[in-house]
């Protein structure tokens, strides 16, 4: 009998954290990490009498996402109630929208090996976060932590266009690069501020209709979501190989055994009773709001890669690399716009800066140094004031800590002595302190120079300029 | 004169003259309290050291003339539904009995700013479910007019409180007639204020797109003041609307010549007392006596807006209260194994059974199968009622009707057929469903003596108008109160 080719059909629900400074319906920090509980107010912890009132700024966001990835924006949406009892949702209902989401319709064009496509969007919107429930086993209770209650999320849903674990990474990276580039979201997995579910069946190739799907929760990396993708579609292909039915259900993914197991099935899907929140007013998103809106939409990466080819004279590779990162990019351009040469920046931030950012395991994203710190480093290196391992050195304590190179330099003593008469005067010491060598290089050995210039530079504690010495030694010698 | 005698206003200006002091009108109040609400019932929660704390505090502020206003000095009641810093609001439910909340209703606030002393909180139908006070985990309220008669509801305390002067005025809400119906049976005024007028921020919501806040007072002059008062934009609340038209004591004008007034025939229908019918049509008289026009039209789907309001009201009300849930805050039952067993226990034992059917009711025809024959309907029907009132508009400036069917019920008669209590709300429900203003005003009584309340509705922001015809009503007939009742 002739093997029989799967295919796996994919769709994604992403949340995304918005990055607003406060809650989406009070005034709350969003600010991660505090107290349990100190950033919290009556209305996100759903205390009798309070009511919500929409940040603003979190629509913005949302339109802002859903206009780059090609939506319809819904300009009379609503806010509904999704009505569930679980602790960490104070009100036991969940403001969200079912019925009349703000963005529906959309599409982003992904390239993977296989080539281009468009993936569907079939909605985003708008929902609260819910709080966090810790388990305290030792005094066997729980407890609740409202700082997140109320953090405000988009959720995209895809339409299930997607077939393979390279195609959800694609599509993954497009939107958190979308989503960055429009301030929304920093999109870190890692940290929860972005987070897929996982639906997935597989029919046999050329099949009309889709396979009973799964849903799969708790994908915190992109090495996850491809080994979940993988698994499930193995588990679901053997199933069915064996005559076995896939259940819907929702699985979750425990990334340190590499399997997920069933949470919940259909059966025990709730009903959510979802209805329009009557505490909020339907919202209007007028044409000319909308008009500025789409004028703020930032260059997104694509538009930026064809731009620097245009202007900047730097290699594909390091265009590729630095609007991998919005933040990155902004430094580039930043620190070019500050006088500097553009293959020089690039430079510092292809090598030094990322190898820091590796050693530290930060993302492009965590690069603390201002642009003008960069500039001003790159210029005393430009100027000669110091000299390329001076420079270094420098740049190591910029990226920690943000300091100005001008100032470090001068209160560290760095700067290159450019006094002649004192290098010469070091020189002539050295070379009265190092009869062989001299002879050495008398006698046509190159190398012996080398170890003059590193005796001097030693001396010199690093800040002679290279070629300097160089010049008064073959003067000297 | 006798303190307790005095409207609130009258009672601020005397306060502001020097004839008495805002203590002895606390301490009048509170005397008053101590006779009477052994019996009426009135307060859930009565705080004699913080309201002498506050006259303490307001008098200074009105010697040193920091405060002038025509409410400075005067003992206040609210509802228990409305949060109040620091003192209990039970919202009279066993579920809320220990709730203490961490802010102040924007609409007591004002009240507090504007120098009211608030003496304590009054009792009303559990979450303001129920007609007649008779649902609250707290006792029953009795009516000050015949203690053996319900005072209506779900405000029946802050209704019967004014009544039985253990108040200069009170706050009350109003979700389908919850303001005007006590007041009709308690012979004091009362208006539900355009949905969006006063804020919402810190009313404990039970239908949330019906609920409004609103005053219950001796006298249209106080109603107006008070609503004044309350009634501004609130960025807490984000159906509060903007209106610059709040300087509501400008309509207390005794003129209705030129006014357009419009009869409801379908209110005078089948189930109308006739001593009440009599009442209402007499007041409708005396207006058309002081230059109103006054005629009678058709205003259809009033049989509609019953089982619209139940069913909208209900569904709000399964989502509003899901959040008591004995985790936070409130009652939580003594045992109980896991989550769910604990969730569903602490409801099971601190809702009362008029609240529990209101629930299922709600979570009924919000769910998945029904929500589109039910709830979606509902709201079909809400906006045709609204399109009803918006063309009787187009041809007159005011509705007058009856409040409600009957006078007060005798206590216990109601309870026991929820669906007769319910059709109960006939006349007022219809007002919160399109949004409007309503008020009522004494009218007289019936043969057994008991207060009859003839309703106004206005167009929406139109509450001038209802106060402009209630003054000059109020005005031609002598004023009406239990006080002048006793008198004569």
Known sequence: MAQKIYETVIGLEVHVELATKTKIFCGCSTEFGGAPNSHTCPVCTGMPGSLPVLNKQVLEYAVAVGLATNCNITQYCKFDRKNYFYPDNPQNYQISQLYLPICRNGHVEIETAAGKKNVGIHEIHMEEDAGKLIHDEWEDCSLVDYNRSGVPLIEIVSEPDMRSADEVIAYLEKLRLLIQYLGASDCKLQEGSMRADVNLSIREMGAPEFGTRTEMKNLNSFKAIAHAIDGERARQIELLEEGKAVIQETRRWDDNKEYSYAMRSKEDAQDYRYFPDPDLTPIVVSDEWLSEIKAKQPEFRTEKIARYQKEFDIPEYDIDIITSSKHMADLFEATVALGREPKKVSNWLMVETMRLLKENMMDPEDIKYSPEHLAALIKLVDDKAINGSVAKEVFEVVFKEDVDPVQYVEEHGLKTVNDEGALRKTIEEIVAANPQSVEDYHNGKEKAIGFLVGQTMKAMHGKADPGMVNQILKELL | ?488
């Open chain 2, 1 to 488: 004169m006798n303190i307790l005698a005095y409207s609130a206003v009258e009672l601020s200006t005397a306060i502001k003259e020097k004839k008495i002091t805002v203590r002895e009108a606390v301490e009048a109040v509170l005397d008053q309290i101590d006779q009477k609400d052994k019996t009426l019932n009135c307060y859930v929660t009565v705080d004699s050291a913080k309201a002498y704390a506050q006259a303490e505090e307001i008098q200074k502020k009105i010697d040193a003339g920091e405060l002038a206003g025509p409410l400075a000095g005067v003992p206040v009641a609210i509802k228990d539904n409305m949060c109040t810093k620091d003192m209990l609001t039970t919202c009279s439910s066993k579920i809320l009995g220990n709730f203490i909340p961490a802010f102040t209703a924007e609409a007591v606030e004002r009240l507090q700013a504007a120098g009211a002393v608030i003496i304590g909180k009054t009792n009303m139908d559990e979450f303001a479910m129920g007609s007649t006070t008779e649902t609250s985990a707290f006792g029953v309220t009795r009516n000050p007019w015949n203690t053996e008669h319900v005072p209506g509801g779900s405000s029946g305390g802050s209704a019967a409180a004014v009544a039985a002067e253990e108040c200069f005025f009170a706050l009350g809400s109003d979700t389908g007639g919850s303001i005007r119906q006590p007041a009709s049976y308690c012979g004091v005024v009362g208006l539900k204020p355009t949905y969006g007028t006063v804020s919402r921020y810190g009313l404990i919501a039970y239908g949330s797109s019906l609920d409004q806040i609103g005053p219950l007072t001796k006298t249209v002059t106080d109603c107006a003041t008070v609503l004044e008062t309350i009634a501004a934009h609130d960025s807490k609340d984000s159906t509060s609307v903007e209106r610059e038209d709040t300087d509501f004591t400008k309509a207390l004008v005794e003129d209705v010549s030129g006014m357009k007034i419009g009869i409801p025939r379908d209110y005078f229908g089948e189930g109308l007392d006739s001593d009440v019918k009599t009442a209402v049509l007499a007041a409708a008289e005396t207006l058309k006596q002081k230059g109103a026009i006054v005629e009678e039209f058709d205003l259809p789907l009033v049989d509609y807006a019953i089982p619209c309001y139940y069913t909208i009201a209900a569904a709000e009300a399964s989502s509003n209260l899901e959040r008591f849930d004995g985790i936070k805050y409130g009652y939580r039952t003594e045992s109980y194994e896991g989550l769910h067993n604990m969730y569903k226990k602490s409801r099971s034992e601190g809702f009362g059974p008029e609240v529990k059917r209101r629930i299922m009711l709600g979570a009924f025809v919000l769910s998945s199968g029904y929500f589109d024959a039910y709830y979606l309907k509902a709201l079909r029907t809400k906006a045709l009622i609204k399109k009803a009132f918006d063309e009787a508009f187009t041809k007159y400036d005011l509705i007058l009707g009856p409040v409600a069917p009957t006078t007060a019920p005798v206590l216990g008669s109601s309870l026991s057929d929820p669906l007769k209590m319910y059709l109960g709300d006939i006349y007022t429900i219809a007002v919160n469903l399109a949004g409007l203003p309503g008020i009522s005003v004494p009218c007289g009584t019936d043969k057994a003596g008991m207060p009859i309340g003839l309703q106004l509705i206005g167009d929406c922001f139109q509450e001038k108008k209802l106060i402009q015809a209630a003054y000059t009503y109020e005005k031609t007939c002598g004023g009406f109160s239990i006080a002048a009742e006793r008198e004569r």
